[in-house]
C-alpha cells in the first residue's frame, strides 16, 4: 500500500509564501511523475504543476513565475514553494504520484489535500 501525506498547507495575506510538501510511503519501486492539484468551492480540480522523473516541470498559466515545484527523489517527496499568492489561490491542495511497486505499475495515487487560504 502506498501513501502520500502532504503538509504545509494554512492562512496566509495577500503576496505571502507558503510551502507545501508531500511525502509517499509504502511499498514503492520507483515514482515517476509527481504533481499538484488544486480545487476551490465549486471548480473543478485542476492541475497547477507537474514534474517528471527527470525533473522536467509543467505549470499552468496562472500561477506560472510564482509557484514552483521541486521533488526529492531520495525521500519520495514533492514540494511546491509558493509565492506571491492572490487570493484566487485559495483552494485545496492535492499531492499526486505515479508510483509503481513490485506488483503494479504505474498506479496513480493521491493526498488527503491540504487547504490553503490567501486574504485579501
Known amino acids: 500500500q502506498v501513501q502520500l501525506v502532504e503538509s504545509g498547507g494554512g492562512l496566509v495575506q495577500a503576496g505571502g509564501s507558503l510551502r507545501l510538501s508531500c511525502a509517499a510511503s509504502g511499498s514503492i519501486f520507483s515514482i515517476n511523475a509527481m504533481g499538484w492539484y488544486r480545487q476551490a468551492p465549486g471548480k473543478q480540480r485542476e492541475l497547477v504543476a507537474i514534474?517528471?522523473?527527470?525533473?522536467?516541470?509543467n505549470y499552468a498559466d496562472s500561477v506560472k513565475g510564482r509557484f514552483t515545484i521541486s521533488r526529492d527523489n531520495a525521500k519520495n517527496a514533492v514540494y511546491l514553494q509558493m509565492n506571491s499568492l492572490k487570493p484566487e489561490d485559495t483552494a485545496v491542495y492535492y499531492c499526486?504520484?505515479?508510483?509503481?511497486?513490485?506488483?503494479?505499475?504505474?498506479?496513480?495515487?493521491w493526498g488527503q489535500g491540504t487547504q490553503v487560504t490567501v486574504s485579501s
Open positions: 499526486t504520484a505515479d508510483v509503481s511497486t513490485a506488483k503494479v505499475a504505474g498506479l496513480e495515487y
Open positions: 514534474i517528471s522523473s527527470g525533473s522536467s516541470t
